[in-house]
């Protein structure tokens, strides 16, 4: 069975941070383009970032750069979210998302994916101000 594991999410203060993680199971995430999104109930998903499938560049969206970075440990098969600096408004349920195609042309965080062959069921991120 294929699917995407997040974890890590919880309760935080305003300006702590939170390491979320995207586990694979089932395939490699190694030849897949990564992407992170967040929602809050109510409102459409959200972009967060994405990381490239051939050589890990990550791009991100306005709202979260300089404070969030995504990586990659292919030995554990695992992506990261790190958010540092969080806010209240980075409340939401995170979802990472896994796909097989390369990033967009442009540049940016116009360059990450929306549609995904692969998401994971979410991870709550509260933040308390």
């Known amino acids: 069975e294929v699917q995407l594991v997040e974890s890590g999410g919880g309760l935080v203060q305003a300006g702590g941070s939170l390491r979320l993680s995207c586990a694979a199971i089932?395939?490699?995430?190694?030849?897949?383009?990564i992407g992170w999104f967040r929602q809050v109930p109510g409102k459409e998903h959200e972009g967060v970032g994405c990381l490239s499938r051939t050589d890990d560049s990550t791009y991100y969206a306005d709202s979260v750069k300089g404070r969030f970075t995504i990586s990659r440990d292919k030995q554990k098969n695992t992506v990261y979210l790190q958010m540092n600096g969080l806010k209240p408004e980075d409340t939401a349920v995170y979802y990472c998302?896994?796909?097989?195609?390369?990033?967009?042309?442009?540049?940016?965080?116009?360059?990450?994916?929306?549609?995904?062959?692969?998401w994971g069921s979410g991870t709550q991120v509260t933040v308390s101000s």
């Open positions: 998302a896994a796909d097989p195609g390369l990033l967009r042309r442009g540049s940016g965080y116009r360059r990450c994916r929306q549609e995904h062959d692969y």
């Open positions: 089932g395939f490699s995430l190694d030849e897949y383009s």
